[in-house]
């Protein structure tokens, strides 16, 4: 039975589903996240006795796209796309696919808005576009889509597509990764669960309460899904469980007794002043991370940051102001808004100083609960501020265990 698996170069997920998508093996960058290992989009085909695509790649990846429908059917053929989210990245290939198909665009009343701002044939009627929301069911004859609005996860257009025959939800950006693979299952390759928690951090974390209330409409929905199919990434099948009960852990700012000391330095000192506080959260038997600003990108730090209970920031200060990584880190983590974090600052100065206060506003400004006074050292520090970095190491470790 064929079920899973490659299959004369396309992937079926279950009869008449396939996996039609588009592997970005150089892509690195995604709006800030960096993406080292690339990433997918994918795109689903449903075949019942009419036929539906399921959100479709990044422009320069259409070709790709369409070869794999052509593959499968004649892209002409195709009765429905499911447009579940209108971010460029799922929506670019829709000018080029509309070429080739009238196919009707299934969308949520806020993804129209945005259709219609980056499409123009959208906006003049030339395009067949028809509104849905929660609970709206597609009968595509033997296969039947339900929709699910999930504002905010990732845009306020967001939805997610379920199959009710296959028990399949496509879940567009929820339970993505940034991976390129040729794999398109959880049971074919390593755990993807890290990459998948720094999918999280990075894209979902400011979410957390959409999130919960999208699980919510999970449960009145009745949606028990056997395979869970996002637009980046592998799909979730074996893994299933686990990925859901991280992401409720996720969503619930579930913590660890997990300290980070993020920092850049210019001479040296915030650096000596960084090890000194790590070694004591160490010696104080909780388990720390030492994350240089210039060693780390912002995104893994981002997936760090999502179970720590604590973490101290540290930035020398120049010219009046903070060190352009930690400046950098600081704006990334306040759109992020990570939920239930102590936080603490460091650093060192020549003359005026300022870095610290700046640190504590931006942790204040990112919902961070700042663990005052942070702590401020001229030049170099000596025996007397070194044992205050101890100790605040020791309060770094104290909160960790609350
Ligand atoms: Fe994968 Fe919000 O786009």
Not at 253 to 282: F, P
Request: net charge negative; proline share 4%; aromatic share 10%.
């Amino acid at each position: 039975m064929i079920t899973e698996g490659e299959i004369n170069g396309f992937v079926e997920l279950a009869k008449g589903v396939y996996w039609v998508g588009a592997i970005d093996w150089n892509g690195r960058d995604f709006h800030g996240f960096t993406t080292p290992g690339g990433t997918t989009y994918n795109s689903y085909l449903v075949i019942g006795e009419k036929t539906a695509l399921i959100d479709t790649v990044k422009a320069p990846f259409a070709g790709e796209m369409l070869r794999r429908i052509s593959q499968i059917i004649d892209p002409s053929k195709l009765d429905y796309i499911v447009v579940n989210h209108m971010e460029p990245d799922h929506s670019g290939s829709l000018a080029e696919l509309k070429k080739q198909t009238d196919a009707k665009i299934i969308i949520t009343k806020r993804g129209l808005d945005i259709l219609n701002g980056y499409f123009r044939d959208a906006g003049s009627e030339k395009w067949d576009v028809e509104t849905v929301k929660t609970g709206d069911q597609l009968d595509l004859g033997s296969k039947t889509l339900i929709f699910l609005e999930a504002a905010m996860l990732h845009w306020p257009d967001s939805m997610e597509t379920f199959l009710k025959e296959d028990r399949i939800l496509f879940s567009n950006d929820g339970f993505g990764q940034h991976i390129a693979t040729s794999k398109r299952y959880d049971f074919e390759v390593e755990d993807v669960i890290p990459d998948a928690a720094e999918y999280y951090a990075n894209i979902l974390m400011p979410f957390h309460m959409p999130l919960l209330r999208f699980f919510k409409v999970l449960d009145e929905q009745g949606i028990e899904p056997l395979q869970i199919a996002p637009s980046h990434g592998i799909i979730w099948k074996q893994d299933l469980p686990k990925i859901l009960a991280a992401y409720r852990t996720w969503a619930n700012g579930e913590v660890k007794e997990k300290v980070l000391i993020i920092y850049d330095t210019m001479w040296g000192s915030t650096e000596i002043m960084a090890n000194e506080i790590a070694e004591a959260v160490r010696a104080a038997g909780v388990e720390v991370k030492l994350l240089n600003l210039r060693k780390n990108s912002r995104s893994l730090i981002m997936k760090e940051i999502l179970d720590a209970a604590a973490f101290a920031v540290g930035s020398p200060t120049l010219n009046n102001g903070l060190f352009p990584t930690v400046g950098d880190f600081l704006i990334y983590l306040k759109g992020l808004r990570p939920q239930k974090k102590k936080a603490l600052a460091f650093g060192s100065y020549g003359w005026g100083g300022g870095a610290v206060k700046l640190i504590e506003q931006e942790l204040k400004d990112a919902g961070v609960e700042v663990l005052e006074p942070g702590l401020q050292v001229k030049y170099r520090p000596f025996e007397k501020e070194l044992e205050r970095c101890r100790e605040l190491g020791k309060e770094l470790a104290t909160v960790a265990k609350e």
